[in-house]
């Protein structure tokens, strides 16, 4: 029982298993389908992780907190700005999703699959798709890094 005198709800553990079973059957797929048509998995040097890192991040935040993107999370949360957005409270799979799409390290890693798999399966577009996010990844660091030295500058200053 709570404060209020209702009992807790239990977490959504069965739709926490099928989003679990669709992630791993989804890369099992992935390697399948590559193995039949014979791709290797991409190169996987340091470049190449600081790349799908940086990316991922992207996409990832992209994904979880940017106004852009509220249409895709809106089913299945509640309020209306990217920060105060929390995950509906159903107990079923619409609350497994909601808690997915606004954490963007959960949703971080189907990213990294997702590009993975692009990677291997249609590796120019996977490249391009990489590169994109990276490199808006690497703005987003950039801008934050200025602005914070900015801040810092101005403070010195007064």
């Known amino acids: 029982m709570t404060a209020t005198g209702r009992t807790a709800q239990e977490p959504p553990y069965r739709a926490y298993a099928t989003l679990m079973a669709t992630f ?50 809106e089913p299945f949360v509640e309020g209306r700005e990217p920060e105060d957005e929390t995950p509906v409270q159903t107990g079923g799979m619409r609350q497994a999703i909601g808690e997915l799409v606004t954490c963007s390290r959960c949703i971080g890693t189907w990213i990294a699959a997702l590009i993975a798999a692009l990677d291997t399966l249609m590796p120019r577009a996977g490249r391009l798709l990489s590169w994109c996010l ?12 200025f602005a914070a030295l900015t801040a810092a500058a101005d403070r010195l200053e007064r």
């Not at 190449?48 to 991040?57: K, N, S, W």
């Open 24 to 73: 791993l059957g989804a890369v099992t797929l992935v390697a399948v389908a590559g193995t039949r048509r014979r791709r290797s998995l991409p190169a996987a040097g340091p470049f190449d992780l600081a790349v799908l890192g940086l990316a991922t991040f992207k996409a990832a935040r992209t994904l979880a907190r940017d106004e852009v993107t509220s249409f895709i999370r």
């Open 134 to 145: 990276a490199v808006g990844g690497l703005n987003d660091w950039l801008q934050a890094g």
